[in-house]
């Protein structure tokens, strides 16, 4: 398994957040962690990645334990993410976005970057080709020179995705990619996972919007931190606990 | 491509603008410039490299109130040597920047533990510690007097300050805009708008603000080493809340966001009072007006001011032109 997540808990205060969760995620699979609001699965993501650190037990990334490393070991590690909410640099274009996203393959040392050394050169210009590229593949080539957060919303969820590829990571984690999103973007996006999937990467992905579980080889149910379901896409639809679940949170709303 | 050849003309007119400058400062001194005028300039040459200094530890998003420390820690630290034991200036000097540098990355990592406005008051804690370690040792520093009779780097003329000042500051201001327009200025720029989005992607973000901070001090320190054995004498005041206070405000009434802006900033807030030295108890209102004109009418700081005059001269022509276009597009059909 690429990752694997044994009884990761997560006490905020008086609030546990995430209780117990153990779950897997292999090379290759986009699988779908949902839950209703509140359940804990951003909670989750920040565990993993490192952005908070669990109050009890384990993540391990490819074999390797890397529970309460920090984020950018993480990234270096093999994981990239988007955020649900502000996921990008606001100031910098959408091309800007993407090449200073090409932070870690190559890597350009201090002095090399000071003296604009061939290689750093070099580095640079492999990182704008390939931005070039993230850019065209997700569409957003003719918005390249737009400010970020002059994006409309899809655009600017679509940016988080390149941002994150630019990472070139084994495990892409995405956090509501389809949130706000118009019927043709969301067709749009599920296309370019498949795509991402296609070049060999492994996808984990939250997702309130049920069209997702067409792209998921499997799917983790959450509530209240605590698995419900978990199985293939057909086992999770029948499940009566997750038809509770989010028929409760209708129920609430 | 034609935006693309407009910004290259663009960029080839600043350039040569800048040689033009930097050519007639060089020939300042020829042309018959006076002493006392030399001397300001000394001084402006100065701080501006601190004013720039402190702007690049503000595109990791840090600002700091407490940055004439870091110009203290070298100055003083290459007097004392240069005065007490009698070393050359041109020795003393570099290990003043080499000390201010050690110690700064040194308080770099616990400050950059806390962000923002927590880290400004800490700069400012900071500032006002380090004058305290200056009483504390005033066998050497001469506590509130000072330190007089600093060695000097030239003899009594200004001429070779001149030209040693403008080349520390041409070359101070050369690395800083290549670090900034370099991959390291974009990894702070990155920093400073999300420390989360930047370590997703691998940036070990404390670091980088300690390396910001770092690398500022290294230039706050060149500024320093310079006054010290310019003005050859240092007291509490020199570099006291007040200037660290000044240099923020050279920085902002320049423009923070421009590169040029601390440079205008420094320049017009130092000259200008020379100039106007028959005025001299109005320079605190001329200093105020200055500021409130600045602050409510020129978003970018006076470097941002030919961009904003563009604009207006260019905005009623374009309007024109967009009626004008509209009235034809009305009539077509
Ligand atoms: N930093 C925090 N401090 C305190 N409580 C938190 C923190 N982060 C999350 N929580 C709480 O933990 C619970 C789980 O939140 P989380 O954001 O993980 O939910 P989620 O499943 O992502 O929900 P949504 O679908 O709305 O995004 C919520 O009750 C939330 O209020
Ligand atoms: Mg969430």
């Given at each position: 398994m690429l990752l694997d997540i044994h009884g990761l808990t997560k006490n905020f205060g008086g609030l546990i957040a995430v209780d117990h969760l153990s779950m897997s995620v292999g090379e290759g699979q986009i699988v779908g962690l949902i839950g209703p609001n509140g359940a804990g699965k951003t909670t989750v993501f920040n565990l993993i990645t490192g952005v908070i650190r669990p109050s009890a037990g384990k993540v391990e990334f490819d074999g390797k334990?890397?529970?309460?490393?920090s984020p950018h070991i993480l990234a270096k590690s093999g994981i990239g993410r988007t955020f649900q909410l502000t996921p990008l640099f606001t100031d910098f274009t959408t091309l800007e976005n993407v090449v200073a996203s090409?932070?870690?393959?190559p890597r350009s040392g201090f002095w090399d970057s000071l003296f604009n050394t061939p290689k750093y050169r070099h580095n640079e210009a492999y990182a704008l080709e390939q931005s070039l590229k993230i850019l065209d593949m997700v569409g957003l080539s003719k918005v390249k020179d737009e400010r970020a957060k002059n994006l409309p919303h899809g655009y600017q969820k679509m940016l988080g995705i390149a941002r994150a590829l630019a990472v070139q990571p084994r495990l892409l984690m995405l956090d509501e990619p389809l949130g706000g999103m118009n019927t043709d973007e969301i067709t749009f996006t599920m296309d370019i996972m498949a795509k991402v999937r296609g070049l060999g990467m492994t996808i984990l992905v939250i997702e309130?919007?049920?069209?997702?579980l067409d792209l998921c080889d499997r799917v983790v149910a959450i509530n209240f931190g605590q698995k419900i379901g978990e199985g293939s896409v057909k086992d999770i639809r029948n499940n009566p606990d997750v038809i509770k679940a989010y028929l409760g949170e209708q129920n609430v709303a | 491509m034609h935006t693309e050849s407009l910004k290259r003309q663009r960029r080839n007119i600043t350039i040569a603008a800048i040689c033009v400058v930097v050519g007639l400062l060089f020939a300042l001194p020829q042309l018959g410039l006076s002493v006392y005028f030399m001397h300001t300039l000394i001084g402006v040459f100065i701080w501006i490299i601190v004013a720039n200094s402190l702007r690049l530890l503000g595109l990791s998003g840090q600002g700091s109130i407490g940055h004439a420390a870091f110009m203290a820690i070298g100055a003083y630290t290459s007097a004392i040597l240069a005065k007490f034991l009698g070393w050359s200036p041109w020795i003393t000097m570099p290990i003043g920047v080499l000390v201010t540098v050690v110690v700064g990355f040194l308080v770099a990592v616990p400050f950059t533990r806390v962000r923002g406005i927590y880290f400004t008051m800490v700069s400012l804690f900071f500032g006002i510690g380090v004058l305290a370690v200056n009483q504390v040792f005033n066998k050497w520093t001469g506590g509130y007097s000072g330190i007089i009779s600093i060695p000097r780097?030239?003899?009594?003329?200004?001429t070779p300050y001149y030209y040693f000042c403008l080349a520390l500051m041409v070359i101070c201001l050369l690395i800083m805009y290549r670090l900034e327009h370099s991959r390291i200025g974009l990894t702070w720029k990155a920093v400073a708008q999300s420390y989360s989005v930047a370590s997703s992607i691998g940036i070990n973000e404390a670091w980088q603000r300690i390396l910001c901070l770092g690398v500022s001090c290294f230039f706050a320190a060149i500024a320093g080493v310079a006054y010290a054995h310019y003005y050859v004498i240092l007291t509490q005041e020199t570099f006291s809340f007040n200037t660290s206070i000044n240099v923020f405000v050279y920085m902002t009434v320049g423009g923070a966001g421009l590169f040029a802006g601390p440079i205008a900033g420094t320049a017009v807030l130092l000259i200008i009072p020379e100039l106007l030295r028959d005025l001299r108890e109005y320079v605190p209102f001329i200093y105020a007006a200055i500021l409130l004109i600045v602050l409510f009418l020129m978003p970018q700081g006076l470097a941002g001011l030919p961009a904003q005059l563009w604009q207006l001269i260019k905005r009623p022509a374009r309007a024109k032109r967009m009626a004008s276009e509209k009235e034809v597009g009305e009539r077509a059909p």
């Open positions: 334990d890397v529970t309460g490393k090409y932070y870690l393959h309130h919007n049920m069209q997702i | 780097l030239f003899a009594y003329i200004k």
